[in-house]
């Protein structure tokens, strides 16, 4: 689909792996937190306007299904798009997809506040961003209701 944005591309190395032999649960967290800012950096939210603003990220909820076991070797892409965007929020969700096979290694859903880093109270985002975030959200919302109705 060609709304998905790429923002993650790895490969699970052998420390990532759990006595069970397949990646353990906090890679996969560490992962998609990575492709969170690699999203919200093509936002325009990056360190430098976050230092110039004064502001800040923080996740306040997430949800990740595990699709497929991932084993030392894997080479990994992640692929994000924009569910909803509101006032004070951006809910992204991200597909981790093991490259050999293409299958789907597991999906999340983050929801992201953007806060005055100085009182750590969630503030609106800044009008460009969330003008830009509508635009990309509204290109991507028709194709991700069918891709989620596939992954489930």
């Not at 953007?114 to 961003?129: F, G, Q, S, T, W």
Request: glycine share 6%; aromatic share 6%.
């Amino acid at each position: 689909m060609s709304e998905w944005r790429t923002t993650y591309r790895g490969v699970v190395y052998p420390w990532h792996c759990d006595h069970m032999g397949h990646m353990n649960v906090m890679w996969y967290t560490g992962k998609f937190d990575e492709a969170c800012w690699q999203l919200l950096a093509m936002l325009g939210l990056d360190r430098s306007r976050f230092a110039q603003d004064g502001t800040g990220m923080a996740a306040v909820e997430q949800h990740i299904q595990y699709k497929r076991e991932l084993h030392a070797g894997d080479a990994v892409t992640i692929q994000s798009a924009l569910l909803e965007v509101k006032d004070k929020s951006i809910h992204m969700l991200h597909k981790m997809v093991h490259d050999a096979s293409a299958e789907v290694a597991a999906t999340t859903v983050v929801v992201g506040v953007h806060i005055d880093a100085r009182i750590r109270k969630a503030i609106r985002l800044p009008e460009d961003v969330r003008q830009k975030a509508i635009k990309m959200q509204k290109h991507e919302i028709a194709a991700l209701q069918e891709e989620m109705v596939r992954l489930r």
